[in-house]
């Protein structure tokens, strides 16, 4: 079986000379100095496609940091403005599609929280009717390849082709080296499914652990996935989510550099 979806090219919408293409910058956007040192220290490193920063964070438990909301999307703005770099945010509410658009955010990303909620896709989905705006579709957190295959869909139904699914792994009870157990067949029967859909890897939430983040980002470039999105913060130890997975701009450089590429079959 393949699913019938109507993509555009990946180079239709993001820049795709760099090799690998990289998506990166601070899970959350935390102070406005914080964001655009990390977007020009990124931008600096001439590695990467585009600018990550997110501005509503979906905590699995209250009480802590939930996001900077509205504000950052105008320190967003500056830190393109000043580094040029296309920039990219997770929606989960029509509200956020709206703010996000309203404020020039170039790429959206729908969060692995929110896939696993048809409800919550469909409003998102609903949002974007009429909107040529490029879509990110993060896994669910739970291994179900229909949950993540419905959210593309919904998204692709509403007219939305700039389209990508990104894998971030699964949530499990068991003790492992992951925070989010790669699951790679999940991965691959998707790619079988829609071989032109692009997959972009997550080490970051895979791993929950910087120093595995080249480990995972070489195996998904050997599976041919097509692009890496890797969280990073100017000072990753005082980072206010997700710290100890986060990685410093030059660091992100030296992960990139010893990445081996696939060669071109002959
Ligand atoms: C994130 O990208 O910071 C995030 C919250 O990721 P996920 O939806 O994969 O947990
Ligand atoms: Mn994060």
């Given at each position: 079986?393949?699913?019938?979806?109507?993509?555009?090219?990946?180079?239709?919408?993001?820049?795709t000379?760099?090799?690998?293409?990289?998506?990166?910058?601070?899970?959350?956007?935390?102070?406005?100095?914080?964001?655009?040192?990390?977007?020009?220290?990124?931008?600096?490193?001439?590695?990467?496609?585009?600018?990550?920063?997110?501005?509503?964070?979906?905590?699995?438990?209250?009480?802590?940091?939930?996001g900077i909301?509205?504000?950052?999307?105008?320190?967003?703005?500056?830190?393109?403005?000043?580094?040029?770099?296309?920039?990219?945010?997770?929606?989960?509410?029509?509200?956020?599609?709206?703010?996000?658009?309203?404020?020039?955010?170039?790429?959206?990303?729908?969060?692995?929280?929110?896939?696993?909620?048809?409800?919550?896709?469909?409003?998102?989905?609903?949002?974007?009717?009429?909107?040529d705006?490029?879509?990110?579709?993060?896994?669910?957190?739970?291994?179900?390849?229909?949950?993540?295959?419905?959210?593309?869909?919904?998204?692709?139904?509403?007219?939305?082709?700039?389209?990508a699914?990104?894998?971030?792994?699964?949530?499990s009870?068991?003790?492992?080296?992951?925070?989010?157990?790669?699951?790679?067949?999940?991965?691959?029967?998707?790619k079988?499914?829609?071989?032109?859909?692009p997959?972009?890897n997550?080490?970051?939430?895979?791993?929950?652990?910087?120093?595995?983040?080249?480990?995972?980002?070489?195996?998904?470039?050997?599976?041919?996935?097509?692009?890496?999105?890797?969280?990073?913060?100017?000072?990753?130890?005082?980072?206010w989510?997700?710290?100890?997975?986060?990685?410093?701009?030059?660091?992100?450089?030296?992960?990139?550099?010893?990445?081996?590429?696939?060669?071109?079959?002959?």
């Amino acid at each position: 079986m393949k699913l019938n979806l109507n993509i555009q090219p990946l180079n239709t919408w993001i820049k795709t000379g760099k090799e690998p293409l990289v998506i990166s910058g601070p899970c959350s956007a935390e102070t406005e100095e914080q964001l655009v040192a990390t977007a020009h220290l990124l931008a600096q490193t001439g590695k990467i496609s585009a600018l990550r920063a997110g501005i509503w964070k979906p905590r699995t438990r209250p009480g802590e940091f939930e996001g900077i909301g509205s504000i950052g999307l105008e320190w967003l703005k500056r830190a393109k403005e000043e580094t040029g770099l296309p920039t990219a945010v997770e929606v989960a509410t029509a509200k956020h599609v709206e703010e996000a658009l309203k404020a020039g955010v170039d790429i959206l990303w729908v969060g692995a929280r929110s896939t696993a909620n048809p409800f919550t896709v469909q409003e998102i989905a609903d949002a974007l009717k009429g909107v040529d705006v490029p879509v990110m579709v993060k896994n669910p957190v739970n291994p179900d390849l229909s949950l993540w295959v419905g959210a593309l869909e919904r998204i692709n139904n509403a007219g939305i082709t700039k389209l990508a699914a990104i894998h971030r792994g699964f949530s499990s009870y068991e003790k492992s080296a992951f925070r989010n157990e790669p699951m790679w067949d999940v991965a691959i029967s998707l790619k079988t499914l829609a071989p032109e859909l692009p997959i972009i890897n997550d080490p970051s939430h895979i791993t929950g652990n910087r120093d595995l983040i080249g480990y995972i980002s070489q195996k998904a470039l050997d599976l041919d996935m097509q692009g890496l999105m890797i969280e990073s913060h100017i000072d990753p130890s005082v980072a206010w989510t997700d710290a100890k997975q986060q990685v410093t701009p030059a660091a992100l450089a030296d992960i990139i550099d010893h990445l081996a590429l696939r060669k071109p079959e002959v």
